[in-house]
C-alpha cells in the first residue's frame, strides 16, 4: 500500500490558496479516477482506492498545514507503512508556477506541512513538488502562499491537475522521471 497525501488548510476561505495546491491534486486524481467519496479518518479526509494494481490511501489532513504531519503519521502506522511508502504532494516556492517535480527526501525548505511531516516520519518520503512561483521578495511570501490564484491563473492550473491526475498511475508504479515528464509533455500541448 503507499499513502499519498496532499497538503493544505481545510476550510472554504482556503479551498483556492496556492497552499492547498496539494489538495486540489488530491481530489483531482480521486475525480479523474472515479474513487468514492472520502471518509473521516486519520484526523483527515481518507479514500481507500485503487489505481491499476497498487492500493492506495489517500488522505488530506484535517488539521491546519503546520500538524499535517499528525494525520500522515496516524494513517502510516495505522497500515505499517515505512516512509518511502509516503507520498506527499506539496506547494512549492522555489518552482514556476504550474512546473511539477518529483523528489525523495530533502529539507522542508521552511514548509511548515513538510516540517510537520518530517517531525512525525522523518525526512525520507517522496515529494510531489508543485510550483507556485516566489513572489520576488522574503516578506510578501505569507500573503502570496495564502493567496487565491488569480482568475487568469484557473486554467493553467485545472491543466495541471488534470496532467498530475492522468498521469498518477507512473507514481503508483515508482516510475518518477515518466511521471514528470508525461505531465510536461501534457501542458506542453
Do not use: C
Amino acid at each position: 500500500m503507499q499513502l499519498w497525501a496532499g497538503l493544505g488548510n481545510p476550510g472554504a476561505k482556503y479551498a483556492m490558496n496556492r497552499h492547498n495546491v496539494g489538495f486540489m491534486a488530491i481530489d483531482a486524481i480521486a475525480e479523474v479516477h472515479g474513487f468514492e467519496a472520502p471518509r473521516k479518518r486519520f484526523a483527515g479526509w481518507a479514500i481507500e482506492a485503487r489505481l491499476g494494481p497498487e492500493k492506495l490511501l489517500l488522505l488530506k489532513p484535517a488539521t491546519f498545514m503546520n500538524e499535517s504531519g499528525q494525520a500522515i503519521g496516524e494513517a502510516m502506522r495505522f497500515y505499517r507503512l515505512e516512509p518511502a511508502d509516503v507520498t506527499v504532494f506539496h506547494d512549492e516556492l522555489d518552482l514556476a508556477p504550474f512546473k511539477v517535480k518529483v523528489k525523495h527526501g530533502g529539507g522542508t525548505a521552511g514548509h511548515n506541512g513538510l516540517r510537520s511531516t518530517e517531525a512525525h516520519i522523518g525526512p525520507d518520503f517522496r515529494r510531489v513538488r508543485i510550483g507556485i512561483g516566489h513572489p520576488g521578495h522574503k516578506g510578501r511570501v505569507h500573503n502570496y502562499v495564502l493567496g487565491n490564484y488569480a482568475k487568469a491563473d484557473i486554467d493553467p492550473l485545472a491543466d495541471m491537475l488534470g496532467a498530475i491526475a492522468a498521469e498518477a498511475d507512473w507514481l503508483a508504479k515508482s516510475d518518477d522521471a515518466r511521471f514528470m515528464n508525461d505531465v510536461a509533455l501534457r501542458l506542453q500541448g
